[in-house]
């Protein structure tokens, strides 16, 4: 199953209309919101390699920050694993592609078509090393752990709307 990763301009065209956004208006929601820029700088220093765009991850989290909109730290921190669940989703998607790309170049020479190059190659990190297995085990876990926190964040929240309800 092939997964997308947005492009720049997608990733551009989001970050426009969130800056289209009024933010939050309530002073608790104004003074969490003021707390994302830091919360989010200390992740992505614990979550980024060197060579990954910062800018980049922090838009993930402002994107989900402003779609879910956290009404506590629970719910942010929440949010919070689902960005980095995500992200390591994307840099495993690059690995593969990465691993797939430099077997494939391996054979530029050779008279086969493109998909029997693309096939061959495949092949090859498959039966050589425990790359495809590990990539695949990896992303499934990410897939994971980005759904419990979703599930759990839908959760919180409908106890909390049924709560104010009742």
Known sequence: MSKRVPSPAQSDASRQNGSKSQGPVTPDGKSRSSRNGIRHGFLANT???ETESRDRFMALC??????????????AGLIETMAVCR???MRLWSMER?????EIEKRSSEEEDTPTRVALAFHTLCENSRAGETLNRYESRYDRQYNRALQSLNQIR?????????
Do not use: G, M, N
């Not at 402002?62 to 719910?75: G, K, R, W």
């Not at 990465?98 to 430099?102: D, Q, Y």
């Not at 409908?158 to 009742?166: E, W």
């Open 62 to 75: 402002a994107d989900l920050d402003q779609h879910f909109e956290p009404a506590t730290e629970i719910e």
């Open 158 to 166: 409908q106890k909390r709307d049924s709560a104010h309800v009742a």
């Open 47 to 49: 979550v980024l390699l």
């Open 87 to 89: 992200w390591r989703q």
């Open 98 to 102: 990465a691993a797939l790309s430099h």
